[in-house]
């Protein structure tokens, strides 16, 4: 299903159209250890400015991250590309939706700009989802990480993209640009997936991962849940399965947390040692690498991730 809203007949139109007449759903009070400091360093602002002056969306601040205070702090900033509009409506997600503007062909060139100006050693790039192209957005995901190369050639790329449903031959575009890592979430377990994410299919995304690591068995490949959006646990055990079955090496797990009331509720804030049950089970099925605590995102840590996982892999290969 593709959720398309008019955004020009109404500039002030709400950020979720579509969420505007559902009931407010409320959540449980946030536990302990979900508690992130405020994002209030020099370190902070200096992102901040950086991602202004390059005219540049992040994922960071339109999903309204929890970590945002921590990664930025660092300079970790994860870069989301074709606008700050989607043409999902997914039941989870902070990000605008409705229809988006044209492609910014300069963006690419943005982008890498401001990796050069960080210094990133490791950037991960996303996408808002884009059903309006007719390739989903593919090349600009090729262009954009064909032009971080040309400008940072030392620093490795890890994008997270949308799932290019109904799109032939749209992953091959971005798979032959060869990212360091390609991470496609799956969000949540397929029983959830008409509440919580009902434009995406569970097969078609597993198999979008699965596609990748046949097309280029190099590239390290990634996908990530959350739960306490109602999943049980043999589900989460099920996921594993069928990732494991499509050959993904990095599997991260973090608590849903609720943007606004319209969105999906918080069913139970999972506590951390039931992560590290999740981390164990998810070792013992053979995963390089799993990171699982409440407050996990794909890109939280990426760049020590990566050097983790290249390890990992290396040592599996002695
Ligand atoms: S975890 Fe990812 S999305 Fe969140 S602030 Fe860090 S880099 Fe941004």
């Known amino acids: 299903m593709v959720v398309i809203v008019d955004t020009i007949s109404n500039p002030l139109r709400p950020r979720h159209p579509e969420k505007v007449n559902r009931p407010d759903s409320a959540s449980p009070p946030k536990p302990d250890w979900i508690r992130v400091r405020a ?11 950086i991602v202004r002056a390059n005219g540049l969306h992040t994922v960071c601040e339109e999903a309204g991250c929890p970590n945002i205070g921590e990664c930025w702090d660092k300079k970790h900033a994860t870069f989301m590309i074709m606008g700050d509009t989607c043409t999902r409506a997914c039941a989870f997600c902070n990000v605008k939706t409705g229809m988006p503007n044209a492609l910014d062909a300069a963006e690419p060139h943005n982008v ?18 884009r059903d309006d192209l007719a390739d989903g957005g593919a090349e600009h995901f090729a262009q954009t990480i064909r032009a971080i190369r040309a400008a940072c050639p030392s620093t490795t790329i890890e994008i997270l993209t949308p799932d290019f449903l109904r799109k032939e031959g749209a992953l091959e575009i971005v798979v032959t640009a060869r990212p360091d890592v390609f991470n496609h979430n799956l969000e949540t377990v397929p029983s959830r997936y008409l509440t919580v994410r009902p434009g995406a299919r569970y097969f078609h995304s597993i198999r979008l991962l699965q596609r990748v690591k046949e097309l280029d068995p190099t590239t390290f490949t990634k996908s990530g849940i959350m739960v306490g959006l109602g999943e049980e646990r043999h589900e989460v055990q099920q996921v594993m399965d069928d990732l494991r079955s499509a050959d993904v090496d990095f599997l991260t797990i973090g608590q849903y947390l609720q943007p606004t009331r319209k969105h999906h509720a918080v069913m139970r804030y999972v506590p951390p040692d039931e992560f590290s049950s999740y981390e164990k089970v998810a070792y013992t099925k053979g995963f390089l690498m799993v990171s699982a605590s409440p407050l996990t995102r794909s890109s939280h840590h990426a760049g020590e991730d990566f050097a983790r996982l290249k390890a990992a892999r290396a040592a599996v290969a002695r």
Request: charged residues 20%.
């Open 112 to 129: 890498a700009e401001a990796v050069a100006k960080l210094g990133l050693a490791h950037v991960v790039i996303t996408s808002v989802d």
């Open 39 to 49: 994002p209030n360093t020099r370190g902070y602002a200096d992102t901040r400015n």
